[in-house]
């Protein structure tokens, strides 16, 4: 790797954590109903919604309440999404007069949407309208990340409080974060990314005479090319932003009008961890000891560059089987070198790699290079992010509480090895928090692994793979991760759009995200009910390196434990094959 | 007496051979259904035994001799797994049979009726029964608790209240009840019992280390839980590699699909054995430690509590000082000279046997010279010499020769005296009085013939070491209180001396209990030992409540452990144990998880070896064939249960240092040496097996 490459991975580090306090303390205020600088442009607002829609600000809800009005909420957006896609041929903003979208993808697009997967089985610019990118993907791209926020703020608020069982107000934790977080910072990455050329139109697709003309398959000369555009930049914005993911073209990122620059490539893949890494510290404010939050943010961190190293490293070595068809891999100042297939050239090796890591670590699923195109080590780092349980960094809210799941297992374990019943941040960690944190760690790999298993049996799963030998085992089990992790990335090889896929993968979206949540609240609301043990020295630290050493274990043992035969059958074996040749 | 019991061979004997058979017992599934894990072991057992059957029949997937050689291993994976709990469940009997035996009992002095003169009879205390009436006498320990019939008496209470000045017990009125464990110091009492003494707690005990009738504790629960949670996981870990491994074999097209018995062996080598098999050991072997420091505990949830303690309230006297006072300084006043109080005060106490009588004489003897006139037993008096007895109404003590009479008592009975002889109180002995006062000493006037001869100063003794337990306690994080009857200046000077975090001067049953419930409001758990009927709501209130066994009734009902020995220092050792049972549960699930990562490089690549051959690079402990390491996993994760059984029956050892350092030490011993440890075991029986030509 050359000095370029190192020098852009650690300079996107250095962005990273100067942000992660001044975000972090705001989104605590935010979380604390306190008043920020934003209160005269949005306060006027936010109150209008809570008067249209009845709510009461002041009073809050138990975990149990909370919990039901965010699965209202997430239902009927859920279904809003589905019937615009049936029915956006009847409605305005069509310019290309696309047609009902199928009953089984629509399903998957609605699920997937809500639950902050975005996952795409279609495509963008030939199937959706206007007005469906607009009324459905980017409004949900909005809400289902305010609704992982919202419920991560819940759960910190009862790790904060004692003996109440109050945790929040599903419906102000909602207003306010997509009002004082989400939309002021997609506002202002939309702006930057226009002006690097990201298209924002809502004019008809435009036709370009092509320099060279072509002749197509059935030997007709092509001398035209349609290029799709539209009311891009918005969506990339919060798309980026709000770990969804869902691009607006088929291609997402890798598209010239979605990600025209290395500078809006740097944007975009800043936007991706920059919410969830900055929530650390909104979580150690608002239980008092940012210690606490730092300390998980470092853990993730570390695991993070870990793996994203390793990575770096085996795509930038490259492929033996093409470098002995003559073709040269070696990096030199005229050439990247390395494994350039599905990369973009604009991009290179490096940032493609570092966007790979992170869009499958924090549960974005956006792409500026093809994954099913990485080296078996490099596709294995990225479906192995999404094993240990999309908890580094992890999509916005959702990672977090995923994350602090594992620390309550490692408080556990590390606790009963202090020779004290276990507590975090003064909380006795009991039965109830262990089921509860045991189903947030159980149920990713249980629809990962039993979705391949069904994927790998049925002829209907088999059918849709594209490449023989282990690969083709890795793009079903990476299908089945990326729905199971809600990230929404995936190995292209696959042809997801059938209705085996469609409904199979919409079925884990669901129950990957809402059994997820439910359990985090219920940590929360048990949690606030009890009493505060105040710590001393007989008291486990849970901010001390040898205690953020212990987390980095716990996620890292669970993660290989769960995952490593299938991926021995997959990527590893892959990987062997190809050098042991 | 646990000691001995060890040395016995032929006890040891049978213990392991009734432990043996109590491993086959327990194999019946209604039991093993409590223990997800090892239920789980067994059902494979049985699929494996079944394989093996049908291999017989020459229908097997794999070998006869490999499927059998499993099912073998598997089986005795219960059996290890059943034994430790056996052994443990054995020992705990024992020792609770042996202490039902050797148990400390007092003798009563029983009446027939309420009359002094009536002879009476030598009883043990425990036989007495309610309204039944004995007599007790200077210098004997109050039995049970009663109320009194007849008699006025000075009574030493202090292990009880943990006020170490004598109190007054009459018939009639407030102060006629007297409790066990205290020790008359003059006169006599006539007492009607009031309660029956304590039935049951070994039974009690006894059940909590028999498995059958044991309750889970809630940390037991929460462990459960997780346990059953990876249990779950790695179940669809091997379910799934079954199709899986097939759709291998198709897109490969070669070798055969992973066999039922691998999948299974795989299975039990993840799931967490060695925990899950040594759990309930390890909750019964805490309880074994109590009984053998003489602690009975009433619940396994009392001892899981005693590691989680924040707060000892722990009781001056007996405790943090000596149980009496002992004289260190002789001031004399009014121009009287030192040499002349001294032989007074050591007149005045050759014939009082109390503690703190003898203390003065040694004084006397080692700082001014002066040897007893009498250093035979009081009843050696020299001619003339006439001693006065202390006695609840006169309040004082002395002797009486040659037309002088010599007497010491409490500065304000004292003073009485002085005055009533009309003399002057001289100006410097209140401030001497109020000045030992102060400095947590108690005075003692003495007076020759109606004079003031200058003040004895008797000061608590703080115990030898304790200031560095305290230190210790400071570092596992456990603030001490001291609780005394004493006044505020008092405690604070003995308090300081004895490096307590805290102190509840002239505490009532009403200021425990006040104290502990803020405490307890404030999140710590605290605990406390008691002995008096008063400390009862104290006790029921605190979270780990010891009661002495010469306690009252009402008190050890409160509580949740009951102390043999009645040594209330006991509460440290206590809260330790509770601490080991705890780390010895966190270590060895540390151990139990770390372990599976070497499994799956023996059995991965064995697995899979007829599918995908190169995946042999991660056989990383270059084991012989796929089958001697299938078979060298199972092996392992076996024996690795019966290595730990004695871990598991003495807890990992606790060391008073802070939680960070424990973690650290505890992580490389259990978590590094967890995941090092079967890499070099499942090496060396592979090496075995080769060597003995059995694979």
């Known amino acids: ?581 | 007496m646990n000691n001995q019991l060890k040395k016995q061979p032929t006890f040891r004997r049978e213990l392991y051979q009734r432990a043996v058979l109590d491993s086959f017992v327990k194999l019946n599934p209604r039991w093993m259904v409590r223990n997800p894990v090892m239920f789980v072991v067994e059902v494979g057992s049985v699929l494996t035994t079944a394989l093996w059957v049908q291999a017989l029949f020459g229908k097997g997937e794999a070998p006869t001799g490999f499927i059998a050689t499993v099912a073998i291993w598997l089986w005795f994976t219960v059996l290890f797994a059943n034994f430790s709990e056996a052994v443990a469940e054995g020992r705990g009997k024992a020792q609770a049979e042996a202490l039902r035996k050797t148990r400390q009992t007092t003798q009563a002095k029983k009446l027939k009726t309420a009359n002094r003169e009536s002879q009476y009879e030598l009883v043990a205390s425990a036989s007495l029964r309610k309204d039944d009436i004995y007599l007790v006498e200077a210098g004997d320990v109050i039995s049970v608790d009663g109320e009194i019939i007849e008699g006025i008496a000075s009574v030493d209470e202090s292990a009880v209240t943990g006020e170490s000045a004598p109190v007054i017990r009459e018939a009639g009125g407030d102060r006629s009840a007297v409790t066990g464990g205290t020790r008359l110091l003059s006169d006599w009492l006539i007492v009607r019992v009031t309660a029956n003494p304590g039935e049951g707690f070994l039974d009690r005990m006894i059940g909590l280390v028999e498995g059958a009738k044991r309750q889970k504790t809630p940390n037991e629960i929460a462990l459960n839980i997780l346990l059953a949670g990876f249990t779950i996981v790695f179940l669809i870990v091997c379910a799934t590699l079954l199709p899986y491994s097939l759709y291998s074999v198709q897109i490969a097209g070669k070798g055969v699909p992973i066999t039922i018995t691998v999948l299974v062996a795989l299975l039990v080598c993840l799931i967490p054995t060695t925990i899950g098999g040594l759990l309930s050991a390890i909750g019964i072997a805490g309880m074994d430690r109590m009984i053998q420091r003489n602690v009975i505990a009433m619940s396994g949830r009392a001892v899981e509590a005693a590691g989680d303690v924040d707060v000892l309230l722990l009781d001056k006297t007996g405790t943090i000082t000596l149980g009496n006072r002992q004289a260190v300084d002789l001031i004399p006043v009014n121009g009287v000279p030192a040499q002349e109080l001294a032989e007074a005060a050591q007149l005045a106490s050759l014939a009082d046997e109390t503690p703190e009588g003898r203390s003065i004489v040694v004084l006397a003897k080692e700082k001014f010279g002066l040897r007893g006139r009498t250093m035979g037993s009081s009843e050696e008096a020299p001619e003339g010499m006439h001693f006065v007895p202390f006695t609840a109404q006169t309040r004082m003590s002395g002797v009486d020769f040659d037309g002088t009479s010599i007497r010491k008592g409490a500065p304000d009975t004292m003073m009485t005296l002085v005055q009533s002889n009309g003399h002057p109180v001289p100006a410097d002995l209140q401030t001497n009085v109020d000045s030992i006062a102060r400095a947590g000493g108690t005075p003692l006037v003495v007076a020759r013939n109606g004079n003031a001869l200058g003040v004895i100063h008797l000061k608590d003794i703080v115990k030898g070491g304790i200031n560095e337990r305290f230190a210790h306690l400071r570092k596992m994080g456990i603030k001490t209180v001291m609780i005394t009857g004493d006044n505020p200046l008092t405690a604070a000077a003995i308090a300081a001396e004895a490096g307590v975090d805290d102190f509840l001067a002239q505490a009532t049953p009403e200021t425990k209990l006040k104290l502990i419930r803020e405490y307890q409001g404030g999140g710590r758990l605290v605990a406390m030992t008691g002995d008096g009927t008063n400390d009862a709501p104290a006790l029921a209130q605190a979270d780990v409540a010891v009661a002495m066994n010469t306690g009252t009734q009402p008190a050890r009902e409160a509580a949740n452990m009951v102390d043999l020995d009645s040594n209330p220092t006991k509460l440290i050792e206590i809260v330790e144990i509770g601490k080991q049972l705890l780390m010895t549960r966190g270590a060895l699930t540390t151990f139990s998880i770390a372990n599976d990562v070497s499994k799956y490089f023996a059995i991965i690549p064995a697995a899979f070896a007829s599918t995908y051959p190169v995946l042999n690079v991660l056989n990383i402990m270059h084991l012989a064939t796929p089958q001697s390491a299938i078979l060298s996993a199972v092996i392992f994760n076996a024996l690795i249960i019966i290595a730990l059984i004695p871990l598991a029956l003495r807890g990992v050892p606790y060391r008073p240092v802070g939680a960070a350092q424990l973690l650290r030490d505890n992580l490389l011993i259990y978590g590094l040496g967890g995941l090092i440890a079967p890499f070099i075991g499942i090496k060396l029986i592979d090496m075995l097996l080769v060597t003995l030509h059995l694979v």
């Open chain 1, 1 to 581: 790797m050359n000095p370029y490459s190192w020098f852009q991975l650690i300079f996107y580090f250095v962005v990273l954590f100067l942000l992660v306090k001044p975000l972090g303390f705001f989104m605590a205020h935010v979380y604390q109903g306190e008043r920020t600088f934003l209160d005269p442009v949005f306060g006027p607002l936010e109150r209008l919604i809570y008067r249209l829609g009845g709510v009461h600000a002041d009073e809050e809800m138990n975990w149990k309440v909370y919990a039901i009005a965010l699965m209202v909420f997430n239902v009927l957006g859920l279904l809003v999404v589905y019937g615009l896609q049936r029915v956006q041929g009847f409605l305005p903003l069509n310019p290309q007069s696309l047609g009902a979208v199928s009953p089984d993808s629509s399903w998957n697009t609605a699920v997937s949407f809500a639950s902050n997967t975005n996952w795409q089985g279609y495509g963008g610019e030939t199937t959706m309208s206007y007005l469906t990118q607009m009324m459905a993907m980017t409004v949900q791209n909005f809400v289902s990340a305010a609704t992982g926020m919202a419920a991560l703020a819940a759960m910190i608020r009862g790790i904060a409080r004692h003996t109440t069982d109050k945790i929040g107000n599903f419906w102000v934790d909602l207003t306010r974060t997509v009002l004082y977080i989400l939309l002021p910072l997609a506002f202002v990455l939309a702006l930057a990314l226009v002006s690097q050329g990201v298209v924002q139109t809502f004019s008809q697709y435009q036709t370009a005479n092509l320099l060279q003309p072509i002749t197509d398959a059935s030997g007709k000369s092509v001398t035209t090319q349609t290029l799709a555009v539209g009311p891009a930049a918005s969506q990339i914005a919060i798309k980026q932003l709000g770990t969804n993911g869902g691009g607006f073209f088929n291609t997402n990122s890798t598209h010239p009008f979605e990600n025209p620059t290395p500078f809006s490539n740097f944007l975009e893949m800043l936007s991706i961890l920059l919410i969830p890494a900055a929530l650390c510290y909104t979580f150690g404010k608002m239980v008092g000891d940012t210690r606490q939050g730092w300390a998980i943010l470092i853990a993730m961190t570390v695991i993070f560059v870990a793996l994203l190293s390793v990575s770096v490293w085996t795509e930038q070595n490259g492929n033996p089987a093409i470098a002995k068809m003559g073709v040269d891999i070696q990096q030199s100042n005229i050439n990247p070198g390395g494994n350039m297939e599905g990369k973009e050239v604009r991009f290179g090796v490096a940032n493609s790699a570092l966007w790979g890591a992170a869009t499958t670590a924090a549960s974005n699923g956006s792409v500026d290079s093809m994954h099913d195109s990485y080296m078996p080590l490099g596709g294995l780092i990225e479906m192995w992010l999404i094993h240990l349980g999309e908890v580094i960094y992890g999509g916005v809210g959702s990672g977090l509480y995923g994350m602090l799941a594992f620390v309550i297992v490692a408080v556990f374990v590390a606790g009963l090895m202090v020779g004290r019943t276990p507590e975090y941040l003064g909380k006795k960690i009991e039965a109830y928090e262990m089921k509860m944190a045991s189903l947030i760690l159980l149920i990713p790999v249980f629809t990962a692994l039993v979705g391949t298993a069904i994927g790998v049996l049925t002829p209907a799963g088999q059918s849709s793979v594209l490449n023989p030998g282990p690969h083709g085992f890795s793009e079903i089990l990476y299908a089945f991760s990326s729905a199971s992790g809600n990230n929404g990335s995936a190995f292209a090889g696959l042809n997801a759009n059938t209705p085996f896929y469609n409904t199979a993968l919409g079925i884990i979206m669901f129950i990957a995200r809402y059994w997820l949540m439910i359990p985090a609240l219920a940590i929360g609301g048990s949690l606030a009910r009890k009493k505060k043990v105040p710590a001393s020295a007989g008291t486990l630290p849970t901010h001390t390196p040898l205690f953020i050493a212990w987390t980095i274990g716990v996620v890292i043992i669970v993660g290989a434990l769960g995952f490593l035969p299938a991926l021995a059958l997959g990527p590893i074996v892959e990987h062997l094959m190809i050098f042991a040749h």
